[in-house]
C-alpha cells in the first residue's frame, strides 16, 4: 500500500481573539440544544468547567466567551478503551495518563464489549477502534475482536512491543478470514530511537521496530502513527518518516501524523506552556459543524461514555452512562478542540 497521508488540509492558524461577548456563528447556533452538557442536568448552554475555558490565560472582562457546541450527527465510529488506562509503558506525554499501576478506568471485559456494541449497532456504527492503554494486554482481546470483526473494520491502536509469534499469526488468520478489515496502528514517537525513548522509555524504540517489522514479515500492512512535532512542517516531517521506515525494513510505509495535545501526562510536562487559544474565541459564522470527529464518534470505557477518545480522562469529557443519551451536542471548551479544530485531525485512520 503507498504511503498514507491522512490529516486533512490546515485550515491555517486561528484568527485571532475578539474580546468577550463572542457569538456563535450559525454552525454553532444549529448545534444548540436544549439538553445540558455532561454535568449539567436539565441546564441549557451550560458554561464548561472553569478550568476548561480561557484556555490563554488571557485577562477576560465581562461575561466569557461561549465555545461553539459541536452538534452531533450519526454515530460513526465507536472507541472502545478495552485496556482501560492499563499499559505496559508509562509515556511522558501520554494523553490518557496510563501505565502499569494506572487504574482509573479499568479493562473492559468481552461482556462489557458484546453490551456496549450490540448499543452502538442499534445507532448505526460503521467502525470500532480499541485502545487502553495497551489492548494487547487485555487477555479477552483476541474475543474481543473476533466478536466484532464479522460485523465492522476493527483498528486495535498499540504501542507495539507485545507481539508474540502466535499473536501475530492470529492477526494474519482474521485478516485472511474476515469481511472486513483489521488494521493495527503502532505509535512512534520520533524519527530515532533516542527520541522515542525519551518518551518511551529506553529499549521501547528497538521493540517498537521489531514488532514492526514482525508484522510487515507476515504480510500485514500496520499503519505507523507518528506525533508531530509542533515546529515541523507536515508533508516534510512525514517524508522523514517514512524514509526512516523504509531504512528500518517497513518497506511500504502507511503513515498517520498527530499533533501533540496538551493533555495528561503531556499537559504536566508542559507545565506553565501557554495552552492553544480557547475555540470560543472564534469569529461569528466561521464555525464548521462538520470539521470535527466528535460529529459522529464516541468513546467509551469502564466509567461511562465520552465525547472522544482524547477526552476520557478529563473533566467534563463525561457524557453520560449509555451512547444513546451521549447523541448531543458537546461545548469544544477544551483547549485540545482548538488543537483538533487548527490541525483539522481526526484520531481515525482516515482522517
Ligand atoms: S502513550 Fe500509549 S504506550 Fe504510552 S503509556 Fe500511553 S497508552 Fe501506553
Ligand atoms: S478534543 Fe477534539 S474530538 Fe474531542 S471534543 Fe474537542 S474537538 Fe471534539
Known amino acids: 500500500m503507498p504511503h498514507e497521508m491522512t490529516r486533512q488540509s490546515p485550515p491555517g492558524p486561528l484568527p485571532p481573539r475578539f474580546g468577550a461577548g463572542v457569538t456563535n456563528g450559525p ?4 448545534g444548540t ?4 452538557p455532561a454535568g449539567a442536568p436539565g441546564g441549557t448552554a451550560a458554561p464548561a468547567p472553569a478550568s476548561l475555558v480561557a484556555a490563554d490565560g488571557a485577562a477576560r472582562t465581562g461575561p466569557a466567551p461561549i465555545p461553539p457546541a459541536q452538534p452531533f450527527h450519526h454515530l460513526d465510529t465507536l472507541w472502545l ?5 492499563l499499559c505496559n509503558l508509562a509515556c511522558t506525554h501520554c494523553f490518557v495518563t496510563c501505565g502499569p499501576h494506572e487504574d482509573r478506568h479499568a479493562m473492559m471485559t468481552l461482556a ?4 456496549r456494541f450490540d448499543e452502538a449497532r442499534a445507532l448505526g456504527v460503521n467502525e470500532v477502534y480499541l485502545t487502553g492503554g495497551e489492548p494487547f494486554l487485555n487477555p479477552e482481546l483476541e474475543a474481543i475482536v473476533e466478536h466484532l470483526l464479522p460485523h465492522v473494520p476493527v483498528t486495535i491502536l498499540t504501542n507495539g512491543t507485545l507481539f508474540t509469534r502466535a499473536r501475530i499469526a492470529w492477526l494474519v488468520q482474521c485478516t485472511a478470514r474476515e469481511r472486513h478489515s483489521l488494521e493495527l496502528r503502532v505509535s512512534l514517537d520520533g524519527l530515532d530511537a533516542a527520541a522515542h525513548d525519551a518518551f518511551r522509555g529506553p529499549g521501547a524504540w528497538l521493540r517498537t521496530l521489531d514488532g514492526l517489522r514482525a508484522l510487515v514479515a507476515a504480510g500485514l500492512l500496520p499503519i505507523v502513527t507518528v506525533t508531530q512535532p509542533e515546529h515541523m512542517e507536515a508533508r516534510a516531517f512525514a517524508a522523514r518518516c517514512t524514509a526512516v521506515l523504509r531504512a528500518e525494513g517497513i518497506v511500504q510505509p502507511r503513515l498517520k501524523l498527530l499533533p501533540m495535545f496538551r493533555l495528561g ?3 504536566v510536562r508542559r507545565g506553565g506552556e ?3 487559544a480557547s475555540l470560543a474565541d472564534l469569529p461569528p459564522g466561521s464555525f464548521d459543524a462538520h470539521r470535527l470527529q466528535c460529529g459522529s464518534c464516541r468513546a467509551v470505557t469502564s466509567r461511562g461514555v465520552y465525547v472522544c477518545p482524547l477526552l476520557v480522562d478529563e473533566p467534563g469529557g463525561r457524557m453520560a452512562d449509555t451512547l444513546a443519551a451521549s ?3 458537546y461545548p469544544l471548551a477544551h483547549s485540545a ?3 483538533c479544530w487548527a490541525t483539522g485531525m481526526s484520531c481515525a485512520n482516515h482522517g
Open 27 to 30: 454552525g454553532a447556533a444549529e
Open 33 to 36: 440544544s436544549p439538553e445540558a
Open 81 to 85: 478503551q478495552v485496556a482501560g488506562t
Open 112 to 115: 462489557d464489549v458484546r453490551a
Open 265 to 267: 501526562r503531556e499537559a
Open 274 to 276: 501557554p495552552a492553544p
Open 327 to 329: 447523541l448531543r451536542p
Open 337 to 339: 478542540c482548538a488543537t
